[in-house]
């Protein structure tokens, strides 16, 4: 709407500002509610985190745990705690998982009534990006699962290291044992590089794919202008 022509006319720059007003409003309103949902579904998948460790807490120490050799429950909190981290990593996500369908289609009964069967154009490339998002985040599967054996390997070792620590002190084993779990700790690092990695990958491509399929849409949209000018003109000639 907006153009160098429109703005020589009062009567249409009194109808662009309320509606370049709407749209500010609009756009402020959607990233507060976005940034809002995504700090609440944080706080809801801490909370319930929290609260399985302590269900999980207060029933190790009603019971008796001779039958664990004497295992503390501190010890297996530390462990079982390794595992709940999954709840922070996907309660974030349900709310996106539920309302993609939703918004996938009304986003595309939106673009047709502007663009016709050229939003088809735009709505495949979505898809496309939605398929490619879900590869790139079933590749952080086997990365996270390995990330959990060197946490436990590393917590049970270092357990091994407090209870022992003056075997190890009278013998001069601290240099062997620092060694290893250093080693143990760089294994965890360079698998939770992986895991950030094809996070990140994944929520570029989801942030991406909307503006590419778009970019995708506008493409074709002005290439069939460009060969419907062209016909005209061939036409015009003939």
């Known amino acids: 709407m907006i153009s160098a022509d429109n703005l020589k006319e009062d009567s249409q720059k009194q109808e662009l500002w309320p509606s370049a007003i709407m749209l500010c409003v609009l756009v402020l309103i959607s990233y507060a509610m976005i940034y809002c949902g995504f700090f609440l579904s ?16 207060k029933k190790l120490n ?10 503390q429950i501190g010890k297996v909190i530390n ?4 595992d709940l981290n999954d709840i922070d990593y996907g309660v974030i996500f349900i709310p996106t998982l539920l309302l993609c369908p ?9 673009m047709w009534g502007y663009f016709g069967y050229s939003s088809l154009v735009g709505l ?3 898809v496309v990006f939605l398929f490619a998002q879900i590869y790139v985040s079933g590749k952080t599967e086997g990365p996270r699962g390995e990330y959990k054996l060197l946490t436990d390997d590393r917590v049970k070792f270092t357990n091994e ?10 013998y001069a084993w601290e240099k062997p044992f620092r060694e290893k779990l250093e080693k143990l700790r760089e294994k965890e690092v360079k ?3 992986r895991i950030v990695f094809y996070d990140v990958l994944g929520r570029k491509l989801s942030s991406v794919g909307a503006y590419s399929s778009i970019l995708l849409m506008c493409i074709f949209i ?13 036409m015009r000639r003939w």
Request: hydrophobic residues 50%; charged residues 15%; positive net charge.
């Open 222 to 234: 002005s290439s069939l202008k460009m060969e419907f000018y062209l016909l005209i003109k061939s």
């Open 102 to 110: 939703y918004m996938m289609i009304l986003g595309a009964g939106i």
């Open 62 to 71: 009603s019971i008796s745990l001779t039958s664990l050799h004497e295992f």
């Open 42 to 57: 944080y706080v809801g998948g801490g909370k319930l985190r929290l609260a399985i460790t302590g269900l999980l807490y």
């Open 79 to 82: 462990l079982i705690a390794n």
């Open 161 to 170: 290291i407090i209870e022992n620590i003056r075997l190890i002190k009278m």
């Open 191 to 193: 698998t939770f590089k």
């Open 124 to 126: 495949v490339a979505c």
